[in-house]
């Protein structure tokens, strides 16, 4: 499978506290983006890294990328309650016409 | 505002009936997708069309259809061949940039939850 794969499957945490997503994928990319899903809505995008970029920044979002290694992580800093969501990965292949969707983390903010 | 709209929220499916489920945008573009998502999964790609008139099957195409006679709809038709048709279908849309959809951020629908009567 093609599919990226999310570290952990599920996180718990206090509000206020720091989030990290990890995101392991197989093959060569051109670039990988992260979605967020609220529960039984549609995914959201958050934001996009290119496969010749190692960071990127959007608010509290913190994105790093590691091509050698094949793993991204996403960072939520400050966390809030309303952060409770499910996070996933998707990798954009080379070769492909379509993005390869992870399985996903679900992340709790406790308040 | 614009965005997709995916119509109905929930549908029950009787036994050897097919059923339509709508997907619509108004962000002018050119890509659009058909993804299906079960509990504990990430998103697995039923069918994706980047033109009018053209698409492609995806990683789970077997017992459904697809149509794109108008750039804004992309509906998909879940038929009686699709034994385990339960689940949470996602559309969504994206521009198209050097020919492919893939590069560019999704724009997704609120979702249909399908389930068998």
């Known amino acids: 499978s093609q599919q990226g794969e999310e570290d952990p499957q599920a996180l718990s945490i206090q509000e206020g506290e720091n989030a990290t997503m990890n995101c392991s994928y197989k093959?060569?990319?051109?670039?990988l983006q992260w979605y967020r899903q609220n529960s039984g809505r549609g995914l959201v995008h958050l934001i996009l890294?290119?496969?010749?970029?190692r960071e990127k920044h959007s608010g509290r979002l913190r994105v790093t990328l590691d091509t050698s290694k094949k793993s991204s992580s996403l960072l939520i800093t400050a966390s809030r309650a309303a952060d409770t969501a499910s996070y996933f990965c998707?990798?954009?292949?080379?070769?492909?016409?379509?993005?390869?969707f992870g399985t996903g983390t679900r992340l709790t903010v406790i308040p | 505002d614009g965005g997709i709209t995916q119509s109905p929220k929930y549908l029950f499916r009787k036994e050897g009936q097919n059923v339509t489920l709508s997907c619509e945008q108004n962000?002018?573009?050119?890509?659009m997708y058909w993804y299906r998502q079960d509990p504990g999964q990430g998103l697995r790609l039923i069918y994706y069309?980047?033109?009018?008139?053209?698409?492609q099957k995806g990683d789970i195409a077997e017992g459904y259809s697809v149509s794109r006679e108008k750039k804004e709809s992309f509906p998909l038709t879940v038929t009686s061949a699709q034994k385990n048709p339960t689940a949470f279908y996602l559309c969504?849309?994206?521009?198209?940039?050097?020919?492919?959809?893939?590069?560019?951020?999704?724009?997704f629908g609120d979702g249909t939850r399908l389930s068998i009567l």
């Open positions: 969504a849309s994206s521009i198209v940039r050097g020919g492919r959809g893939s590069n560019q951020p999704q724009h």
């Open positions: 093959t060569s990319i051109n670039n």
């Open positions: 890294i290119r496969s010749n970029e």
């Open positions: 998707a990798t954009d292949t080379t070769g492909a016409n379509n993005l390869f």
């Open positions: 962000l002018n573009h050119d890509a």
């Open positions: 069309s980047q033109i009018v008139n053209d698409f």
